[in-house]
């Protein structure tokens, strides 16, 4: 995703929350919140599924369909929260990633890859 997706993502759910009148209740609490909720909803569809099973959860048309709206209704919240408090995602990602490499890094054991 470049960042020029992003910010037309941005927009698009502005515009669609401004058309209908949402912008008072898109603050940062009610976002976070909305956020959760959703991610929640996510988590409901694996709570009781094996391991084996929520690995093969796409297969199923409606279980993935499922798994992509609520993916799509978390990553819009987190779009929208990051929109109204001037974060820039994709920023904040690298900076993170940046980090827990520095936090974590590769250990210096023999590469089970390796042909020695």
């Not at 694996?46 to 709206?69: I, Y």
């Not at 919240?77 to 890094?105: M, S, T």
Request: aromatic fraction near 6%.
């Amino acid at each position: 995703m470049t960042e020029q997706d992003v910010q037309g993502l941005q927009r698009r759910l502005a515009e669609f929350a401004t058309a209908r009148g949402w912008e008072p209740y898109h603050t940062p609490k009610n976002l976070a919140v909305a956020l959760s909720v959703e991610a929640s909803e996510l988590v409901e569809i694996f709570q009781w599924l094996t391991p084996e099973e929520s690995a093969r959860v796409m297969e199923d048309p409606r279980s993935a369909h499922r798994v992509a709206d609520e993916v799509a209704d978390v990553l819009a919240y987190l779009l929208q929260f990051c929109e109204v408090l001037g974060v820039d995602v994709l920023a904040a990602l690298a900076a993170k990633i940046d980090r827990n490499e520095h936090r974590f890094p590769v250990p210096k054991t023999k590469n089970r890859h390796s042909s020695e």
